[in-house]
């Protein structure tokens, strides 16, 4: 969708003006109000530093220009955009990111720096990478763009960034071979790169073509994603899970012809939603539909993502995923799948401050032709968690879609024992069953009686294939994301830290992170072989009863957040729903493991009511 559009020659003409244009223009075509920062961005990026960039009569005068263009489907908008014909009279376009930056920092994570947004230094992917992802997301999914071999180049222009030490260094040296970067002072060399594409202009017609253009994967990325799961054994379907997928896929090919559907899949923990997830991803992907894997946690699909990027050349496999939050201003119908796997981690507002949107379930709903929920409810775990059954029920009646349940109930996680998960919902008052019978003999199951020991152990599991981990209730201040030579979990002679920043969200597949501890937003929705889990004092039993205390939990942890204002109004709702993400967290983590899981509780009443369960 296409905001502001108009030639080289009118560009010029508006620029004294060009902020309130692009403002009107955005309100009228992308259907929603920008922030002061950002309008007033425009006006230095655009009036100032684009304009001083297109004086020039090299740059013909009927080329087109676009200015925040959003891909049809993707939350996402490319600064600029120029168009013409280049040497060869071949169409040309160039996306040219532009950013507000002065000072920039190195980023511990790959392909990312640090700059000042907001009140502090955040992680931000590097401009270079970004401007070439958008070149990326065009050639192959772009109908326009892709059939008719359109010649799409990408840079980045800082504009205000007066050093290059950083933003050059040689680290982002293939972010740059794909997108240069320009900083302050370069406009001239960032005039040669648009002259040396755009010999000709064409008017607005190219731009116009490019937005009026079915959105879908190429067929070279559709046969190179529909592979590439081929031989990877965690990815089989067993059972139940094939008939699921075969029911998405069914759903997908029932809404070419109108209409709408939401699936509903209910499932426990090793259940294989996120296997069938990938698969459905994969399987529609090859049939050319444009598909998404959605998770509110970063973590999983960020670890799927570095599973599969190596089996698929290029970087395609990063366009396949995204947040529950990128649909807050959703063209109805533009995705033809969304798989929403943890769908019971949606919330309602998105962005950093929570201040965007409605209702991320129905911003689904609304995008998709076909959208499927993978859900646990036992699995919410922090307060800002919405995502129920009845709601996405009511979500999709109110846009007129078909609803389907389907329901996993074979669990192939904790040594597929089903014995151990009835014994863990009973012993955490989450589901009583005191019918069930429970031996460490199916699954691998201990209680340490020192921190120190069951990390020991963990760590053994993990030498032989990196596939073991310790988590923890987060009960311990993040004091080491500040200084990282800071331990945050001390008890007696146990000392650990949080997973480092340095990681990112693959934290549980990073070979070095096993000397760490991470915690439920690292972990959900993925699994190991063995799990390590330290309760804290957030779950303690007195006098035979399981009891919660929120105050417990770290001050840096905002699970919790919304519990002291709820109390307020009604304590003992609050107290309720408190206790309830309590003892989902820990149920969550304790069932991360394959093959076995061992605990230690810093509460010793707690141990010795749990070790009495165990012998039950």
Not at 366 to 393: N, Y
Not at 470 to 494: F, M, R, T
Not at 561 to 566: A, D, P, S, T, V
Request: proline share 2%.
């Amino acid at each position: 969708m296409l905001a502001y559009l108009s030639t080289k020659r009118q560009f010029l003409f508006d620029a004294p003006v060009i902020e309130d244009l692009v403002r009107d223009a955005v309100k009228r075509n992308l259907h929603f109000d920008v922030g002061e920062s950002e309008y007033l961005s425009w006006r230095n990026s655009l009036g100032n530093a684009m304009s001083h960039v297109l004086h020039s009569d090299e740059i013909p005068d009927d080329c087109g220009i676009a200015v925040e263009y959003r891909l049809n489907g993707r939350r996402f908008r490319l600064d600029f955009v120029i168009s013409g014909t280049n040497e060869h009279s071949k169409e040309s376009i160039v996306i040219i990111e532009l950013k507000q930056w002065t000072d920039i920092f190195f980023s511990n994570l790959e392909e990312h720096v640090q700059t000042h947004l907001g009140k502090g230094l955040r992680d931000v992917n590097h401009p270079s990478y970004q401007a070439w992802s958008y070149k990326a997301q065009l050639e192959q999914y772009n109908e326009y763009v892709y059939e008719n071999n359109v010649e799409v180049s990408a840079c980045a222009y800082l504009h205000n960034c007066k050093a290059t030490e950083v933003i050059s260094d040689s680290r982002y040296e293939n972010a740059l071979s794909l997108a240069p970067v320009f900083i302050h002072g370069q406009s001239a060399d960032l005039r040669g790169l648009v002259t040396s594409k755009i010999k000709s202009g064409n008017g607005t017609s190219l731009l116009q073509r490019i937005d009026d253009s079915t959105i879908r994967p190429s067929k070279q990325l559709a046969d190179a994603v529909g592979n590439m799961l081929a031989g990877q054994d965690e990815f089989v379907l067993v059972d139940e899970q094939k008939t699921v997928l075969e029911k998405i896929l069914t759903a997908a090919r029932e809404t070419f012809s109108g209409g709408k559907k939401v699936i509903i899949v209910k499932g426990g923990p090793g259940t294989g939603k996120s296997v069938i997830s990938i698969n459905a991803l994969s399987k529609l992907t090859s049939m050319r539909l444009n598909a998404k894997y959605i998770t509110a946690n970063a973590a999983p699909r960020t670890v799927f993502e570095a599973k599969l990027k190596n089996l698929v050349k290029g970087d395609v496999v990063k366009h396949l995923f995204g947040g529950s939050g990128s649909f807050t201003n959703p063209s109805r119908n533009s995705m033809d799948v969304l798989i929403v796997d943890e769908a019971h981690r949606l919330r309602m507002k998105s962005g950093m401050f929570r201040n965007l949107g409605e209702d991320q379930a129905m911003e689904i709903i609304d995008t998709a032709k076909t959208s499927v929920f993978f859900i646990d409810e036992a699995q919410k775990v922090t307060w800002s968690d919405v995502g129920e059954i009845s709601r996405i029920k009511a979500l999709a009646a109110k846009a007129n879609a078909d609803v389907e349940i389907l329901e996993l109930n074979s669990q192939f996680r904790c040594s597929g024992s089903d014995d151990y998960m009835a014994w863990l919902d009973d012993a955490l008052d989450i589901h009583k069953d005191r019918q069930n019978y429970f031996s460490p003999e199916n699954f691998d199951f201990k209680i340490f009686s020192d921190p120190k020991e069951l990390h020991k152990e963990i760590a053994l599991k993990n030498k032989s294939n990196n596939k073991s981990r310790v988590v923890a209730g987060y009960c311990w201040d993040w004091i080491s994301s500040k200084d990282p030579n800071l331990h945050d979990i001390q008890i007696g002679e146990y000392k650990a830290r949080w997973n480092l920043k340095s990681y990112g969200n693959e934290w549980i597949i990073n070979p070095k992170s096993i000397d760490e501890v991470g915690c439920i937003h690292t972990c959900q929705g993925l699994e190991v072989e063995y799990i390590g889990v330290i309760v804290g004092r957030d779950l303690i039993v007195r006098q035979g009863k399981l009891l919660t205390n929120p105050k417990a939990r770290a001050k840096t942890d905002a699970s919790l957040n919304g519990f002291i204002k709820e109390s307020k109004l009604n304590e003992e709702i609050a107290k309720a729903k408190a206790d309830q993400l309590i003892k989902n967290t820990y149920r969550t983590l304790m069932t991360r493991g394959m093959k076995g899981c061992y605990v230690y509780f810093e509460d010793s009443e707690t141990a010795e009511y749990f070790k009495g369960l165990l012998n039950q």
